[in-house]
Nanobody, 113 residues
Framework: QVQLVESGGGLVQPGGSLRLSCAVS????????MAWYRQAPGKQREMVAL???????NYADSVKGRFTISRDNARNLVYLQMNSLKPEDTADYYC???????WGQGTQVTVSS
């Protein structure tokens, strides 16, 4: 059974940074395409970043150049480094594979002055 536990969210001012972490059990992150998703209030969940099993990454246009996805194979963790945060980045953030079946509880990110 796959378990995903996201952490690292919080309240940050515009222009600030946060690093989200995702502890994964039940699958090996280095063998899967892993992704970060977000869901803002009243909007659909969207993928913002992914990393392939060979380490290639891809980003939504809205976060390109500001967010970086990475993973720690030894600890089976996935990270999302978020810099230059904007109010429109406010959302609940989730990690998952590129073909999610179930979701973790997510971590809330609020960007506000």
């Amino acid at each position: 059974q796959v378990q995903l536990v996201e952490s690292g969210g919080g309240l940050v001012q515009p222009g600030g940074s946060l690093r989200l972490s995702c502890a994964v059990s039940g699958l090996i992150v280095s063998r899967r395409i892993m992704a970060w998703y977000r869901q803002a209030p009243g909007k659909q969940r969207e993928m913002v970043a992914l990393i392939t099993n060979v380490g290639n990454s891809n980003y939504a246009d809205s976060v390109k150049g500001r967010f970086t996805i990475s993973r720690d194979n030894a600890r089976n963790l996935v990270y999302l480094q978020m810099n230059s945060l904007k109010p429109e980045d406010t959302a609940d953030y989730y990690c998952n594979t590129d073909s999610p079946v179930s979701w973790g509880q997510g971590t809330q990110v609020t960007v506000s002055s």
